[in-house]
Antibody
Framework: QVQLVESGGGVVQPGKSLKLSCAAS????????VHWVRQAPGKGLEWVAA????????TYAAPVRGRFTISRDIRRNTMFLQLSSLRVEDSALYYC???????????????WGQGALVTVS | DIQLAQSPSFLSASLGDRVSISCRAS??????LTWFLKKPGKVPQLLLY???TLENGVPARFSGSGSGTEFTLTITNLQPEDFGTYYC?????????FGQGTELEVK
């Protein structure tokens, strides 16, 4: 059974940092790209970042570029999102999600964690 | 960056109705389009990928069409569990953005 479990959320002051974790079971993170998506209160889904299967390539949305860093620990089958220089507008529920699809045109975010709540206040 | 625009933003419908939601891309994305249903307090549920392929376990009353820049999600015979907010997302390139969402409400 595939499971993604986020942790590390909490309340933090503006300008501070927080590190989110996404622990995977039932799948190997180094096999697929993994994404972070967030949803602020009352807002829509917003893509945040992604890391390539081999971990060498990370891409970020413009609002977080230079402040957030995505990484992973292969031995622990866990992905991380380091949130730095946090702003009030970064307050959101952060989801990690696996990008599945064996063929290029079948790419999709098919497995999601339950989310980690980050409140910047 | 590729932008996705959904319409309408809000939709009111009754049980048993047929509804359609549009998603327009700012440039050609082939069929790299997925659809999600998001309910409050729940994880986004993948409905369709590759524009028209139903995810495992999703009822056949959901269907998708389109390619290039114009896409449509159609739901027939609306059921109580279908109400919530629908999002399209492209995976053609980075950033893989989402549409702004379409809230489907019970009339």
């Amino acid at each position: 059974q595939v499971q993604l479990v986020e942790s590390g959320g909490g309340v933090v002051q503006p300008g501070k940092s927080l590190k989110l974790s996404c622990a995977a079971s039932g799948l190997t993170l180094r096999t697929f790209p993994v994404h972070w998506v967030r949803q602020a209160p009352g807002k829509g889904l917003e893509w945040v970042a992604a890391i390539s299967p081999d971990g060498t390539d990370a891409t970020y949305a413009a609002p977080v570029r230079g402040r957030f860093t995505i990484s992973r620990d292969i031995r622990r089958n866990t992905m991380f999102l380091q949130l730095s220089s946090l702003r009030v507008e970064d307050s959101a529920l952060y989801y990690c999600a696996r990008e599945g699809g064996t063929l290029t045109f079948t790419k999709r975010l098919d497995y999601w964690g339950q989310g980690a709540l980050v409140t910047v206040s | 960056d590729i932008q996705l625009a959904q319409s309408p933003s809000f939709l009111s419908a009754s049980l048993g109705d047929r509804v359609s939601i549009s998603c327009r891309a700012s440039e050609d994305i082939d069929t790299y389009l997925t659809w999600f249903l998001k309910k409050p307090g729940k994880v986004p549920q993948l409905l369709l990928y590759a524009a028209s392929t139903l995810e495992n376990g999703v009822p056949a009353r959901f269907s998708g069409s389109g390619s290039g820049t114009e896409f449509t999600l159609t739901i027939t015979n609306l059921q109580p569990e279908d109400f919530g907010t629908y999002y399209c997302q492209h995976l053609k390139s980075y950033p893989p953005s989402f549409g702004q969402g379409t809230e489907l409400e019970v009339k």
